[in-house]
């Protein structure tokens, strides 16, 4: 695949930020936020026109607290929740009481899985295996039995040594289109960069807008991103590039 085109400032730019924007570690918390990187992003915004929205499986809490407080829009928990110019927290439905219950019997399930991961998202369950790839099909199989006991409204949603049961309802690709439908990202080119299965969503929503998308790594597996950079350095760089 190709190197993306040069990012021009009439776009309207949408970025995931684990594998992404930053190099994904063993443990969601252990990730580090290059220096420079939330700055960078801050003059992007306004040399965008503020069109710049972060598209993220984390929470809105999680992004908070991994880059501190900032202007981007967001939109978390892959969609089910977002930020926007409102300055008003939102989400596509209420919280799932059954859901805590389901990551206590996850987490009892799997005490004696070592290298398991249960991480209880605000509106998901994620069970990370990168610690101990062979659990993958435990991982599974625990999944699988979580999302069939919360129902219909949840589904099971694969990433990077990651399985995750989600809302049914929301993907990366609807975040992106509730953004383009009002300012500042409407009538502007998206573009959107990912890195994981959980973007391509995105990808094919931004594919039909004619839009740029791009997906960071060095895997080459089956996507829908018309182009790829080879490493969160790479994209950061070429972020850097309007700037
Ligand atoms: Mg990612």
Redesign the pocket.
Known sequence: MADPPPLTADCALFL?????LID?ADHPLDVVVPAGLVSTLRELRIRLGGALALV??RSLAQIDLLLGETPFDLAGSHGFEWRDGSGQDQVLADRDPALEKVADQIVTASSGLRGLYVEHKAYSIALHYRSNLELVDQAWALARAGADSLGPDFTLLG??AVVEIVSAHAKKGMAIERFLAAPPYAGRRPVFA???L??ESGFAQVNRDNGVTIRVGRETPETLAKFSLPSTAALRAWLGGVL
């Open positions: 995931d930020i684990d594998g992404t994904i993220s499986g990433g990077k990912g890195d994981d959980t973007d």
